[in-house]
Structure formats: C-alpha cells, structure tokens
C-alpha cells in the first residue's frame, strides 16, 4: 500500500544494508529515521573491523548511496581494492552517515526496544493497515522514548545474538557461567585483545571460515609469544572438505586461508578435534574444563580461552506486538526460507529477491539484511542492497521497480558470509562452471570436484557455522559475517 502521510520511515540498524535503506527513501523523497544501537554508524563492523573482506570495494557500496556520495563529492575508494570492517565503515559509512540529507536523521545509542501499532494490540484488527506504527526505543541516558513512523524496515542484523557452543543450539552446561573465560564471533587476537591470549592455550570451536582465521591469527600470535597453543575443535568431521578450496578458490584470499590453515594442521602447529562435541565447561584456578565427546570418546581439555564461531541467529523479541511469519526452521520470512536453507542451498544458490519474498502480514514492516536470512548463514551484502531498494519502490508506491531485480553481480566466484552485514556479491561463475542465471548464483553448477571452492561452500553452510567466507576471517555476519547491523 502507498504510504499516504508525512511520517517517516523508521530504518532499525545502520549498518550497510540499514544505509542503503536510508540512501534510497531519500532518494525516493521520503525521510527516513534511522535507529543505531552503537554509539557509531556501523558499530558491529567494528567489532570486527581488522578483518579484511573476500569482495572488492566495487560490490560492497550501495548503488543509490553511492550517488549520492558521488553528488557530494565524495574521494572513492579504488575499487578492487578488499577492504576491512574498519575500512568500510570509515571510508563508507562514516561519509554516508555525514550527508546533510541523511545526518539528522540518524539516531546513535538507540536501542528499539518493542514496536506496535498505535492503539493497536496484536490481535486488534480494526483499521491495523491504515495504523501508523509505534517505536519503543532508549536514549543513551537509559531514558525510554517513543517514535510514530508509517512503515518500518528492521535491518538490525544478527551480530548481536551469536549462536551457543552447544551442538544442539543450546548453551553447553556452564558457559553462561564462564562467560568471563569466552569470546564470541571474531577477536582481535594480535590487536586489542592479545593480553587475553598471549602464551594462553586457547580453543576455537566452529567450522567456517571466522574459524580458520581466529586459529590462524592465533598461530601469528604463537610466533611471537611461544607459549600461545591453538586447539580447534569441529562439531562435524569434515576437515578436508572444508580446507579444499585452494587453489581452486576463486577468490585468493579466502583460498589462502585454506592453504594456510590446512599447512599448519600438515605440520602440527594446529591440532584439530573432529568430531568434537562439548557437554559441559568447567572453572577451576583460573582455567576451564572443557568436558565433552571427541570421536565418541570423553575427553576433557584444560584451556584458558574459547573462541565460539559458530555463527548468529536474529532476535525476534522487539517484534512480539507485530504480526510477523518467520520460517520454524530458518526463522526466516516463509516465502523466502525455501530460497536460502542452508540444509539444500549455498550461497551461491541463492536467487535475488526482494519485496515480494520479504512481505510480512504486518503491512508496511519488512525484515531485510542478514536478519531477513534467520539462521541460514548464506546472506550476501550485495543482496541486501537489492532488498533495500525493492521495498523502499515498495513503499514509495513503484511496485514495478519494486518487483525488478536489480543485482548485478562479478564475474568471478564471490560468496559472502554471513556476518551480519558484512561482505559482498555471489558471481555469475564459480569453480569454472557457469551460473544458469546471471546474478543467481556463484557456483550455479555442480563443483568440479569435492574440493572444489563450491563443495567448501556447501560444507560451512551446511555446518550452519561459517557462510560462504565474506572475510578473510569472517562468520561476520554471520560480514559479513550473520551480519552487522545492531538495532
């Protein structure tokens, strides 16, 4: 339906894809109201801001908030460069953020508690569509706000909520209580965070690529302070499968982490567990008991670090009032879980999409970014700036452009994690076979081999830990690693 009033349209989280939202209701003439629940634009970046991503420069800016950039003047950067966390939010986001047109309207430490209709329950029906919606938020004094805007666009990413060192989604016994002696997602081990792992025996659990650069980063650390030792522990046992890429990878970066990784396992600086699975952790003087099943067998570890990287999950709370249909699998929206589940597709499988896909019963309230994925750590950054642009034609009343496909995506195999928001396109081709549709797919067709770049793909999806690799040492997220976008 077209929005018929003068209110906004609340945006939640300004990460890449939430600014890319911004970016093109004004330059649809509306305004939007941006809620940010860091004290910066692109917070959840920055969480992970020394990683580098796997996609150059040219796949990771929006098309409508480069114009506008560019319009300002804006001094790109080169474009095959590959950037990191840090780099996009500064030389991107930051820039973005700063425009006259989209400045005022963004809201820092907003943290959007609940949203509802106005005067309107969930289960009230009477005139709902034509209700505007009403959103809770905090200040960053703690003081509890409320904003009535005309449609909203939840891009709040993933990032905030990573997923549990439990095999079965759960927490393991005890690692709420040794929360002290965990870090989840990407630490910077050589950077901020190397007190806590210098000369520490640490062990990294998950599967994916944000793995394989924590154990990596870990060993540069080793070389410096002989006494770090590196445990990495796989909750499946399929270590050659995942390291396989190589040379085949087609993208260097991510091929080398797997060369990498695969020669310090050859020549013992790594040890792998597989298949590893932790009951239950432990505190004891200042370490941690690690109790659990390797290869059936029980078994426990005395480590002084964890490193959990398997992967993100949305958090669905704030919308408890609102009428909205996710997937029981995925938690995705339903027509789009079929698209994206990781149990059959990778990212380089999944097909652009946007309004039509994205529809909630809640009229007028889109998920989008890595939140709209769920679970399924397949999310592309660049597919998020399509879902941008096809609800915000949507909302502005073009639902022509709203239901063309706009994504237009390399030419070389590019599959991205799912860090929240991190990283960038799928390609038309991938592992040397062509994509049925371009922009569909990046290894649109059977791997050449099970080592090829493809099979490591399906392998970390399947894993429901890693997404394609969108940094060099990303779930991000889930960029990209399941994303990157906080509300």
């Given at each position: 339906m077209k929005l018929e009033t003068n209110l906004p349209v609340a945006v939640i989280g300004a990460g890449p894809v939430g600014l890319a939202a911004a970016a093109h209701l004004v330059s649809r003439g509306l305004t939007p109201i941006v809620f940010e629940r860091g004290a910066s634009v692109g917070a959840s970046l920055l969480d992970w801001g020394h990683v580098r991503v796997f996609s150059p420069w040219e796949y990771n800016v929006d098309g409508a908030a480069r114009s506008l950039l560019e319009a300002a003047g804006w001094d790109a950067p080169e474009l095959t460069e590959l950037p990191t966390g840090r780099q996009i939010v500064e030389q991107y986001l930051e820039p973005l953020a700063g425009l006259p047109t989209l400045a005022p309207c963004i809201k820092l430490s907003a943290r959007v508690t609940a949203i509802t209709r106005v005067g309107l329950d969930k289960v009230s029906n009477r005139d709902r569509e034509r209700a505007p919606f009403e959103v809770r938020w905090t200040d960053a004094n703690g003081n509890e706000q409320a904003t009535v805007v005309r449609a909203v666009i939840d891009a709040s990413g993933t990032w905030k909520r990573p997923n549990p060192m439990g095999v079965d989604g759960l927490p393991v016994l005890g690692e709420r209580a040794a929360a002290d002696f965990i870090d989840y997602g990407i630490p910077d081990v050589l950077g901020g965070s190397r007190e806590s792992y210098a000369n520490k025996t640490?062990?990294?659990?998950?599967?994916?690529?944000?793995?394989?650069?924590?154990?990596?980063?870990?060993?540069?650390?080793?070389?410096?302070?002989?006494?770090?030792?590196?445990?990495?522990?796989?909750?499946?046992?399929?270590?050659?499968?995942?390291?396989?890429?190589?040379?085949?990878?087609?993208?260097?970066?991510?091929?080398?982490?797997?060369?990498?990784?695969?020669?310090?396992?050859?020549?013992?600086?790594?040890?792998?567990?597989?298949?590893?699975?932790?009951?239950?952790?432990?505190?004891?003087?200042?370490?941690?008991?690690?109790?659990?099943?390797?290869?059936?067998?029980?078994?426990?570890?005395?480590?002084?670090?964890?490193?959990?990287?398997?992967?993100?999950?949305?958090?669905?709370?704030?919308?408890?009032?609102?009428?909205?249909?996710?997937?029981?699998?995925?938690?995705?929206?339903?027509?789009?879980?079929?698209?994206?589940?990781?149990?059959?597709?990778?990212?380089?499988?999944?097909?652009?999409?946007?309004?039509?896909?994205?529809?909630?019963?809640?009229?007028?309230?889109?998920?989008?970014?890595?939140?709209?994925?769920?679970?399924?750590?397949?999310?592309?950054?660049?597919?998020?700036?399509?879902?941008?642009?096809?609800?915000?034609?949507?909302?502005?009343?073009?639902?022509?452009?709203?239901?063309?496909?706009?994504?237009?995506?390399?030419?070389?195999?590019?599959?991205?994690?799912?860090?929240?928001?991190?990283?960038s396109p799928a390609a038309s081709s991938c592992c040397g076979t062509p994509a049925p549709v371009t922009g569909s797919s990046c290894c649109g067709g059977p791997a050449t081999s099970t080592s090829s770049c493809c099979a490591a793909d399906e392998v970390t999806k399947a894993e429901g830990e890693a997404g394609c690799g969108c940094a060099t040492g990303a779930t991000p997220d889930r960029t990209t690693i399941n994303e990157a976008e906080p509300a």
């Open positions: 640490v062990l990294v659990v998950g599967s994916g690529h944000s793995a394989i650069n924590i154990a990596l980063a870990l060993l540069s650390l080793q070389d410096q302070e002989p006494g770090t030792r590196v445990l990495w522990a796989l909750r499946r046992n399929r270590i050659e499968r995942l390291l396989g890429g190589g040379l085949n990878d087609q993208l260097p970066e991510r091929g080398a982490l797997g060369l990498a990784a695969k020669k310090a396992i050859d020549t013992g600086r790594l040890q792998v567990l597989a298949p590893f699975a932790a009951t239950r952790l432990e505190k004891a003087d200042g370490r941690v008991a690690v109790v659990g099943t390797l290869n059936q067998t029980q078994t426990t570890l005395m480590v002084d670090r964890i490193v959990v990287a398997t992967g993100f999950r949305p958090d669905l709370d704030m919308l408890s009032e609102l009428r909205v249909s996710v997937d029981p699998a995925t938690e995705a929206p339903p027509a789009l879980s079929p698209l994206i589940d990781p149990n059959f597709h990778s990212c380089g499988t999944v097909p652009p999409h946007g309004v039509v896909e994205l529809t909630q019963p809640e009229a007028n309230f889109f998920i989008i970014g890595s939140k709209s994925y769920g679970r399924a750590p397949t999310f592309l950054m660049a597919t998020g700036f399509e879902q941008a642009r096809s609800v915000v034609a949507e909302l502005a009343g073009d639902h022509v452009a709203a239901r063309e496909v706009h994504l237009a995506l390399p030419e070389t195999g590019v599959c991205s994690v799912s860090f929240g928001d991190g990283s």
